[in-house]
């Protein structure tokens, strides 16, 4: 369902009461509200903190009668591929719906780190935004109910953590692409398989590795503790877990590896070590990013599809705009395999 205010939630208190709870002028209490600049830094440290202590809501200054035709896009970074994907596809659907789409790296959070940054929020609404996308967000409780309370729907694209309940999200279907990883090396002859993921708190970690064990259960293979490594979603981390399985008396043959920037670090650990692949050690990769083309040997990666991803998230946001209801709160497309250079059949006499 998409999470709406009760209809009684209660008037707030007025911007008078603000400025008079944080001992300044209204007009003063109404440029940090429009996020103006010339405040100095302790007028709007109490101006905020009154904000929050009373609870004021910010209206949104849009005629009611002409819906707005504005949304925001939260991505984690704009410093990547996988961002730019999910940018074309958001970008591809608001233009078939005629919405314009303003886009923000990162939602912060205040030095308590249990509210939410007020700046961006109080912006959303005095823009006129008529919904949000997350990517790859990590709300707090607060920013949900903040949310909540100015009536403002949203979907999730990708969301770290689990949402609650009632929360609309869109994502890829990470179980299914951890079994085709796994079952692609099993059919390759591959036995010793281990699996590198991002941290173990992440959602989409869980369900990968979910689908490597279920594939070696399904083959009456053994799970094996030492093949199993967690690190975070950065190619250094990925680096160095590879070392460590490299270092173990019986090194894997193979490696499925949760992204395919990951997947990078994995290489740089095998050269380094005078290994080659997919000779030494077969890799598969997880997302199809352009990296994966790039990479030598080209990287066999399991594809999810982030620009349908977006648009279908942006595609529900337009429906819950527009008053609906989305029949289920969690949609899940479907991965492929990708298969490139990057595995093989085991070699005899491989240096692993």
């Known amino acids: 369902m998409v999470r709406t205010a009760t209809s009684n939630v209660t008037a707030g ?32 440290r109490r101006v905020t903190e009154a904000l929050d202590r009373l609870g004021y809501v910010r209206r949104p200054r849009f005629d009611a009668s002409k819906p707005p035709r504005l949304v925001d896009l939260v991505v984690h970074t704009l410093d990547s591929s996988w961002s730019g994907a999910v ?51 990590e709300l707090t409780d607060s920013q949900y109910a903040w949310l909540e309370q100015h009536r403002i729907p949203f979907v999730m694209i990708d969301p770290v953590h689990e949402p609650p309940s009632g929360v609309v999200s869109v994502g890829a279907a990470n179980w299914q692409g951890g079994v085709s990883a796994t079952e692609h090396l099993l059919a390759l002859g591959h036995e010793r398989i281990a699996v590198i993921a991002g941290r173990r708190r992440k959602q989409c970690s869980n369900a990968r590795v979910a689908g490597y064990r279920s594939a070696l259960s399904a083959a009456g293979l053994p799970q094996r503790a030492e093949y199993i490594r967690y690190g975070s979603f950065e190619e250094g981390a990925a680096r160095q877990r590879m070392r460590e399985l490299l270092d173990l008396p019986e090194p894997p043959t193979a490696v499925f590896v949760c992204s ?25 990769g997880f997302d199809d990013l352009p990296e994966s083309r790039w990479a030598s040997p080209g990287l066999t990666t399991v594809r999810q599809p982030l620009g349908e991803m977006a648009a ?22 479907s991965t492929r395999m990708v298969v490139r250079a990057s595995t093989a059949a085991p070699r005899v006499g491989a240096r692993v």
């Open 13 to 44: 208190p007025t911007l008078a009461v603000v400025a008079r709870e944080a001992g300044v002028s209204v007009p003063t209490a109404s440029k940090v509200v429009n996020g103006r600049e010339d405040v100095a830094p302790d007028t709007r």
């Open 87 to 137: 940018l074309h596809g958001v970008e591809q659907a608001a233009h078939e719906a005629g919405l314009d789409v303003v886009v923000s790296a990162g939602l912060g959070r205040t030095a308590r780190g249990d509210r939410p940054q007020r700046g961006w929020l109080d912006k959303l609404t005095a823009r006129g935004s008529a919904g949000v996308l997350f990517n790859l967000a």
């Open 260 to 284: 395919d920037h990951m997947a990078l670090g994995v290489y740089k650990a095998l050269a380094e070590r005078g290994l080659r692949v997919p000779d030494d050690v077969s890799v598969v």
């Open 312 to 333: 279908t998230a942006l595609r529900l946001l337009v429906r819950m705009m527009d008053g609906e209801h989305p029949e289920g709160t969690r949609t899940e497309l």
